[in-house]
């Protein structure tokens, strides 16, 4: 059985805080997006090809073994959230991450988990 308590077993200064951190509103949809893209196998893969070299759609297909049209959607998808930049080189347009702050992010992730 689970109890109920009428009064809060916080102080009022811990409260305060965790009202104050807990994210809402666009920052909370902001964070949520940005988690999201870890959840999809093939943009984890994509994103670790890129922390360790630019690459081009034909390039990321070949050797992640993923269709070109797939590599391409999912490319667009993690420009449009600031996550991937491009840079043409003549014909070819090169993709590589913004920041490490994403590979950051997952190693962090591969650490909690214990690898």
Request: glycine share 6%; with cysteine; proline share 2%.
């Amino acid at each position: 059985m689970q109890e109920t308590c009428d009064m809060m077993l916080l102080d009022r200064r811990t409260a305060e805080l965790v009202r104050e951190y807990v994210p809402e509103g666009d920052v909370l949809d902001s964070v949520v997006c940005f988690f999201s893209v870890f959840a999809d196998p093939t943009r984890v893969r994509m994103l670790s090809a890129l922390a360790i070299s630019e690459m081009c759609v034909t390039d990321l297909s070949r050797v992640l073994d993923i269709n070109q049209t797939t590599v391409s959607h999912q490319l667009r998808l993690l420009k449009n959230l600031g996550i991937v930049k491009s840079e043409r080189h003549g014909k070819i347009i090169f993709y590589s991450l913004v920041n490490d702050t994403v590979n950051d992010v997952m190693l962090k992730g591969v650490e909690f988990l214990g690898g």
